[in-house]
């Protein structure tokens, strides 16, 4: 029922498709990272709390209709409608309906619950259509509760050395998901200016989110060395980061579980967080929903696939244009200025 063209993968008794690639007349979005939600649509639909986002990155005058979570749509000859993926705030799982049979396209998804997206829901199916971000045994979510823990420690250590702590993480997702985490007690806040007009939007939907102290040069002198500083990644090493005086410098991401990508970057520590399914995840989602087969849409698909296939189940790799975390992360970084 859904295809892949070169658009996109498209619905045709809807006539619509999902997170598509190129300019298509009606777009469902799963939600606002840049590579699955992209310009130029003439009609958007996606879940309600992803409005802020998507009218902030795509324009404030997009054509958008927008759904609440479980609510049923039709749309030429399918019933459409929209549940949690637990990825960021607004994030959705399409569930497609036609003639009683089901299929669900995941988007991103996360299934640990955290105070920043609403929490993943299993939709049963006959057919998936899933990320596999990282679709590989070695990815291995720890307790986020003992990430955030490590994270509280390492910036009390930091700054009892007069070090400014710097986390890089991607200003859509993951960085509301490391400030609903940090206790304002130890030291201030800053974020980056892209990250700030994400705050914004999580806070317009009521996501409770710490106080950020606005990144002018005197403020910064001011409480140098105690401070916590949020960026994208494309800041690392820029003017900007300079003014910050003496720092130590982490990411937080799902990369970090693999120790070379940490010493690539020469940071001082990776806090391994990440807003997509481990292999655990993929895996009980898979098996959960009860699909009798399963299409992947960009990641570690071949590892996944042949796994699946030696249990017998009915799986394949679907090539998209989805980028995955460090896709997003060069997309969605921003530029330099605070
Ligand atoms: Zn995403
Ligand atoms: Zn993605």
Same mark, same amino acid.
């Given at each position: 029922m859904i295809v892949r063209t070169a658009e996109g993968l498209f619905c045709e008794p809807g006539g619509f498709y999902i997170d598509p690639w190129r300019q298509v007349e009606r777009a469902v979005i799963t939600h606002g990272h840049s590579d699955h939600a992209r310009w130029g649509m003439q009609h958007y639909l996606a879940a309600r709390e992803s409005e802020q986002i998507l009218r902030h990155r795509l324009g404030q005058d997009i054509?958008?209709?927008t759904l609440d979570y479980g609510e049923r749509l039709r749309i030429g000859d399918v019933h459409v409608s929209l549940h949690? &993926?637990?990825?960021?705030l607004g994030s959705a799982q399409v569930r497609v309906e036609y003639r009683g049979h089901v299929t669900v396209?995941?988007?991103d998804f996360k299934r640990e619950a955290d105070s920043t997206a609403r929490n993943f829901e299993l939709v049963p199916c006959h057919s998936l259509i899933s990320e596999c971000t990282f679709g590989l045994p070695v990815y291995k979510w720890p307790d986020s509760g003992a990430v955030r823990r490590e994270m509280l420690e390492w910036w009390r250590s930091n700054a009892s050395e007069n070090r400014t702590s710097i986390i890089y993480c991607y200003s859509l997702g993951k960085?509301?998901?490391v400030l609903a985490g940090l206790d304002p007690s130890i030291g201030p806040i800053w974020v980056h200016g892209a990250i700030e007009k994400m705050n914004g939007c999580y806070r317009q939907n009521g996501v409770f989110l710490p106080e950020c102290g606005k990144p /002018?040069?005197?403020?910064i002198k001011d409480a140098r060395g105690t401070g916590m500083v949020l960026a994208p990644p494309s800041t690392d090493q820029s003017p900007w980061m300079k003014k910050f005086g003496k720092t130590s410098r982490a990411m937080a991401s799902g990369w970090m579980q693999v120790r070379g990508r940490r010493r690539n970057r020469a940071l001082d520590r990776g806090f391994v967080l990440s807003d997509h399914s481990d292999w655990d995840g993929l895996i009980a989602t898979i098996m959960e929903c009860g699909c009798e087969s399963v299409r992947l849409t960009h990641g570690y698909t071949a590892a996944m696939v042949r796994w699946l296939q030696e249990k017998g189940i009915d799986?394949? &790799?679907l090539e998209t244009e989805y980028?995955?975390?460090s896709g997003a992360d &060069?997309? /969605?970084a921003g530029g330099n200025d605070p």
């Open positions: 054509s958008l209709q949690p &993926a637990g990825h960021i396209v995941t988007g960085a509301q998901r /002018d040069p005197e403020a799986a394949s &790799a980028a995955g975390e &060069a997309a /969605d």
